[in-house]
Structure formats: C-alpha cells, structure tokens
Nanobody, 120 residues
Framework: QVQLVESGGGLVQPGGSLRLSCAAS????????MGWYREAPGKQRELVAS???????NYTDSVKGRFTISRDNAKNTVYLQMNSLKPEDTAVYYC??????????????WGQGTQVTVSS
C-alpha cells in the first residue's frame, strides 16, 4: 500500500506565496508521473501541474509563470511552489501519482488534499 501525504497549505494574501509538498511512502519501486490537481467549490477537479521522473513538466495556462513543480526522486516527494497567488487559486489541492510496486505494475494514488485560501 502507498500513501501520499500533502503539506504546506494555508491562508495567504493575494500576491503571496506558498509551497506545497507531497511525500509518497509505502511499497514503492518507482514513481513516473506526479501531479498536482485542485478543486474549487462548485468546480470540477483540474490539473494544475505535472512532472515525470525525467523532469518533463506541464502546467495549466492559468498558473504558467507563477507556479513551479519540482520533485526529489530520492525522497519520492513532489513540490509545488506557488507565487503571485490570486483569489481564484483558492481550492483544495491534491497530489496524484502513478506508483510502480514492481517493474511492470503501477497504480494511481491520490493524497487527502490540502486547503489553499487566497484572501485579504
């Protein structure tokens, strides 16, 4: 079994910054894909950013230039540095990962979510 544990959410003023972390633990052979999603009240969950084990990244248009995703493969951890935060960034942020338990099999996992609130 694998667990994804997020941390780093909170309340921040517009223009401020937060850094989210997500650590994977358990039966892990390797992790290829890791991503951050968010779900705002009344809206569907959306992909914010993703990163492969090789470092290739992808961002949704609304966060390009403001958010940076990175990972530490040795620690099975993914980060999301969020700068210039806007009220519309307010949401529950979820970590997601494709975790390989061996060379051939993988399963997709979600974290429990961390609240990010941008408000003055």
């Amino acid at each position: 079994q694998v667990q994804l544990v997020e941390s780093g959410g909170g309340l921040v003023q517009p223009g401020g910054s937060l850094r989210l972390s997500c650590a994977a633990s358990g039966s892990i052979y390797s992790i290829n894909y890791m991503g951050w999603y968010r779900e705002a009240p009344g809206k569907q969950r959306e992909l914010v950013a993703s990163i492969t084990s090789g470092g290739s990244t992808n961002y949704t248009d609304s966060v390009k230039g403001r958010f940076t995703i990175s990972r530490d493969n040795a620690k099975n951890t993914v980060y999301l540095q969020m700068n210039s935060l806007k009220p519309e960034d307010t949401a529950v942020y979820y970590c997601n990962a494709d975790v390989h338990s061996n060379r051939w099999l993988f399963q997709n996992y979600w974290g429990q979510g961390t609240q990010v609130t941008v408000s003055s």
